[in-house]
């Protein structure tokens, strides 16, 4: 794990345990790295809850209900399926947030979407459910991978961070 990805799971972790929210992972392009980086920190038990592994669209559907409608009409690696993703793991779980990644990690494109095309949701208790795609491009499976969970974990921190201004 680098060193970026690891304060930033420290940061994440610390605003969790801050408000007292437990948070949780749904993933599938990355195969669990976000959940490793959460869980390789000490004492992340206390606001870490659980990670869904979810690379398959049978797994999507199984473990987060993620409807195949949804999968038919908007792909696998789409801002739909990763809010369905989101949603599946916050309802399956303990957690008042929930992070979900779904991207073409390559090499290679996959069903005209390209390689480094990744979407995230991100469900959080009492706030407006949020979506976004990032295009790291074909910059490679494991940077691929390492910059989705980056970005993930921003993401996170982004949400949960005290806003200041009008």
Known sequence: MTHDIRTLAEAALDLCRVQGLMLCTAESCT???????????????????????????AAKQDMLGVKPATIQEFGAVSEQVASEMAQGAFERSLSQVAIAVTGVAGPGASHSKPEGRVCFGLVV??????????????????????????????????????????
């Open 31 to 57: 195969g669990g790295m976000i959940s490793a980086a959460l869980s390789a920190i000490p004492g992340s038990s206390d606001a870490f809850d659980r990670g869904f592994v979810t690379y398959s669209n």
């Open 125 to 166: 208790t009492g706030q407006p459910h949020l979506t976004m795609t990032c295009e790291f491009g074909a910059v490679g499976r494991e940077n691929v991978r390492l910059r989705t969970t980056e970005t993930a974990l921003r993401l996170i921190i982004d949400q949960l961070s005290p806003k200041t201004g009008p």
